[in-house]
């Protein structure tokens, strides 16, 4: 949605695998971030990153991983440490620089841990 | 201090009613707030969004009311649709350490009766 490209969209995974969600975006955006969704809950800041080579935890970084090696990816890597992953997983961009920048976001992956 | 409180979240209007959703926060370095609307299976969309030195945003059918001495804000939706049927989430933004952070309502489901 809005040149941010999630894949897979749906995934399923057996207990202990470690999984990768991918994140594209072609806005050349600053900014990237990885949100978890679950219901009742709202969103949840997992990884953000302002330039590559560099990122933050967020709320709830235990069990997930990140890497920002290019300025339009941002994968999220699911590990086996992570106790509950069954969820909807959000990637979003925002531009850089001074002032709030709202945050775009991208369609979605729903993992499903078997 | 980093929470947003959404109230309600469920909500059930009639079609061509005023729907209304309230937030509440307490951390005074919030300084941009923007309202999302996600339908099922998609990422949430930027709706609308207001400074805290304006009380007031209208857009179409949405308008935002700000109250920031008392640290409240509300989605109002005029004359709503049944294609107004999605979960919003209202958000506020923070800079922390250098970085901007969206912090998330734990949003409200609203049902446009026909």
């Known amino acids: 949605d809005g040149g941010i490209t999630q894949s897979p969209k749906y995934l399923f995974r057996k207990e202990g695998q470690n999984v990768t969600l991918s994140c594209e975006q072609n806005l050349n955006h600053d900014a990237m971030y990885w949100y978890r969704q679950d219901p009742g809950q709202g969103l949840r800041l997992i990884y953000y990153?302002?330039?590559?080579?560099?990122?933050q935890k967020g709320d709830i970084a235990e069990g997930y991983s990140v890497s920002r090696e290019k300025k339009e990816s941002f994968p999220l890597t699911v590990t086996s440490a992570q106790k509950n992953p069954t969820a909807f997983y959000l990637c979003?961009?925002?531009?850089?620089?001074?002032?709030?920048?709202?945050?775009?976001f991208g369609a979605g992956s729903r993992l499903t841990v078997l | 201090q980093q929470q947003v409180k959404q109230s309600p979240q469920s909500l059930i209007v009639q079609k061509g009613g005023i729907s209304i959703i309230n937030c509440a926060y307490e951390n005074t370095a919030f300084d941009y707030f923007p309202w999302y609307q996600q339908f099922p299976g998609k990422g949430p969309a930027l709706l609308i969004a207001?400074?805290?030195?304006?009380s007031e945003k209208k857009e179409g059918r949405f308008t935002i009311s700000f109250n920031k001495s008392a640290k409240q804000f509300s989605l109002h939706i005029m004359d709503s649709q049944p294609g107004d049927s999605a979960t919003y989430f209202c958000a506020a933004i923070v800079f922390s350490q250098g970085a901007q952070k969206l912090v998330f309502g734990q949003g409200t489901r609203l049902t446009i009766n026909p």
């Open positions: 979003a961009t925002a531009r850089g620089g001074a002032g709030a920048n709202v945050l775009t």
């Open positions: 990153s302002q330039i590559v080579n560099d990122f």
């Open positions: 207001i400074r805290p030195d304006v």
